[in-house]
């Protein structure tokens, strides 16, 4: 249905890539791994700038003037965190508007926003001239290194138009070798003020926004990293991966007169949450899913959905809604969900097939085997012909699907809907009354299948969630295998008991709060409620066994005043647990029951041990038995879904 809707589609965009994993992580799967404080390179780089392309205005014939005069070089200065990512180069990006400053040092003349030198440490030095950022737009400048003399091949974007459908997609031309290549300086609307230098180091191939602003403006493209992170090509850091080759990079930089200065900086940076490998921005083809498309009904959707707690509904969720960007849903592996796309060999026709007996119907289909199992490397090898050209062969794509794919299919995939149960929309199972998860799933599970549900019914999948904040250990530290401080679930289970656990969680703090978790907070929860309410009903017991009392259907009408509290006490309680669970909000009610096995026993039993002891069967004593017998079969239910 996505297919036929035209939401899914294949392009040219970077991509958050795990080079260990060897795939691309959707938006919201980045979500999950920024790490703060890692420390990364913070460098200033020179860029030589060709004289000749200082022409056309009177203020570049100036410059010109001023640069040729002098035996000094001229330079823009530029700052980036990704030095592996500078023999990429292929632009210089400024702020048209911004004004710029020519500094003259002992050495070299320098370009850089006016509004950065004391920033960059150049505020004392004398500034020779100031101009426009348009000025700088299309002038030109030397590479790096010329990815030419190590082997690498330099690309173009061209925009290619499907003239069948109409689609439009890049596509990257390659370029003849150049001795004498030069790139080109080009205004966009990224570059920031607040740090770096003003002057911005495009590398379309390692960008997001890099790789938009070079599709826009025509610039080149150069791959100097394989899909494992390391570098290729002849260079002297060849081989190494990316992170290793960052001071190489700088050596060879520096053998060159165009390294400034080069220092550290702490930042957050984001970490495959599967593997903890560093990610990289990476130019590829991919498929998406157009949730762009939708976003309106998105957020609209959201609107209709209960969240506890409730600021995570217009904060974390539904600002990650309001900032939503197309998800890319294919990977480039081997186990998962097979992507049900098949290309033609010949034309490159596309097709996707909807089902199983779809596939079978077509021509000249083969590859099917028994025992049935449509992942690969078995769905691989069906194939059927072309239905455009003739004697094409249709082959699957070797993409998979994204796990959160799966995930978010599940509300159908579950009841194998279509295909089966099509009241599945009309018969009350659709949608979930209620879902739980971790915080983190705003941007996982809680968001793919919010997607998913809006792209085929434009309408959400579930109508209430609690958001559960993390369970961080005793310290207020993230539990990891690797620090050694994660503490098994099982081995609490065994000391203290499931229940405890549960109650634990339950009343210890809202579901929302990130909370700190010992097994010394779990032995608590029997001394301090369990045993309480265990001693009430082991008070009941002993002397309803003595006295022989049977419970009776009708209450016995009681004269005491401690009775009528009690049960005026625990009508109060039900309606309030019922209200707090109707709110979806299960810590009120685990803590007005343990108010209320407090009561019991402290104010309750103990006022009332008298009635039990004296030697009379009478009424005063059949009702304090009748009171306390209604209160524990009613703390029972009450708790059943607490401790069953």
Request: hydrophobic fraction near 40%; charge should be negative; aromatic fraction near 14%.
């Amino acid at each position: 249905q996505m297919w036929d809707k035209g939401l899914v589609y294949q392009g040219y965009k970077v991509t958050p890539h795990c080079p260990r994993c060897g795939t691309s992580l959707s938006s919201h799967e980045v979500a999950l791994g920024y790490e703060d404080n890692v420390e990364d390179p913070s460098v200033y780089i020179k860029f030589k700038i060709v004289l000749s392309s200082l022409v056309d205005s009177e203020v570049r014939e100036q410059l010109n003037n001023l640069f040729a005069s002098s035996d000094k070089p001229a330079y823009f200065l530029a700052w980036t965190t990704t030095p592996w990512t500078l023999p990429a180069n292929t632009a210089l990006a400024v702020d048209a508007e911004a004004e710029y400053a020519v500094v003259e040092t002992d050495k070299e003349f320098l370009i850089l926003a006016s509004a950065l030198l004391y920033a960059v440490g150049l505020g004392e030095t004398k500034v020779v001239k100031k101009l426009s950022g348009k000025e700088l737009v299309d002038l030109r400048y030397e590479p790096l290194i010329n990815p030419h003399e190590f082997g690498i091949e330099r690309q173009r974007f061209v925009t290619v138009r499907d003239e069948a459908t109409g689609a439009e997609y890049i596509e990257l031309q390659r370029q003849e070798p150049d001795k004498n290549l030069t790139y080109r300086v080009i205004a966009t609307d990224f570059v920031s003020l607040e740090d770096g230098t003003g002057v911005v180091h495009e590398a379309p191939a390692y960008g997001e926004v890099d790789y938009e602003a070079g599709r826009k403006l025509g610039v080149d493209f150069v791959h100097t990293v394989d899909l494992q992170g390391n570098v290729i090509g002849t260079y002297p850091f060849a081989g190494k991966f990316v992170k290793d080759a960052d001071p190489l990079v700088l050596e060879e930089l520096e053998r060159r007169g165009l390294l400034y200065r080069s220092e550290k900086i702490r930042h957050t940076y984001p970490f495959c949450w599967r593997c903890e490998a560093p990610l990289l921005y990476y130019a590829k083809q991919t498929w998406y899913i157009r949730t762009t498309a939708v976003k309106e009904y998105l957020i609209s959707g959201n609107n209709e959905i209960n969240w506890y707690p409730e600021h995570i509904k217009y904060g974390r969720f539904g600002d990650w809604l309001e900032n939503n960007v197309d998800w890319a849903f294919s990977r480039e592996r081997y186990w998962g969900t097979p992507l049900p796309i098949w290309r033609c060999e010949s034309c490159d026709y596309l097709e996707c097939v909807g089902s199983l007996a779809d596939l079978k119907k077509k021509p000249e289909f083969s590859g099917f085997k028994e025992p049935l199992d449509l992942h690969r490397p078995f769905v691989d090898e069906m194939t059927f012909a072309c239905p455009r050209c003739s004697g094409g062969k249709m082959k699957r794509v070797l993409e998979v699907i994204d796990c959160w794919f799966d995930s978010g299919a599940m509300p159908v995939a579950q009841v194998h809907y279509p295909f089966e149960n099509d009241t599945l929309l009309e018969d009350g199972r659709f949608p979930a009354d209620y879902i739980c998860e971790a915080v983190d799933q705003t941007r996982g599970w809680f968001y793919s299948l919010h997607a998913i549900s809006t792209l085929l019914f434009s309408r959400p999948c579930f109508l209430n969630v609690i958001c559960l904040g993390h369970i961080l250990d005793a310290k207020g530290e993230k539990m990891s295998k690797a620090k050694g401080n994660v503490i098994e679930p099982s081995t609490v289970i065994d000391k203290y008991g499931a229940d405890a656990l549960r109650w634990y969680f339950f009343t210890s703090s809202p579901p929302g709060n990130v909370r700190r978790f010992s097994a010394d907070m779990v032995a608590e929860v029997p001394r301090r409620f369990f045993l309480t309410l265990w001693n009430v009903y082991s008070f009941f017991v002993n002397y309803a066994n003595i006295d022989k009392f049977t419970p009776v259907a009708e209450g016995v009408l009681s004269h005491s005043e401690l009775d009528r509290w009690i049960i005026s006490e625990l009508n109060q309680l039900i309606a309030d647990v019922d209200a707090a669970l109707e709110s979806y909000d299960p810590t009120g009610a685990g803590r007005k029951i343990e108010s209320f096995v407090d009561d019991l026993s402290n104010w309750y039993v103990r006022r009332s041990r008298r009635r039990f002891w004296k030697s009379e069967n009478d009424a005063d004593k059949l009702s304090a038995y009748t009171t306390l017998y209604q209160c524990l079969v009613t703390l029972s239910k009450l708790l059943a879904p607490f401790t069953p």
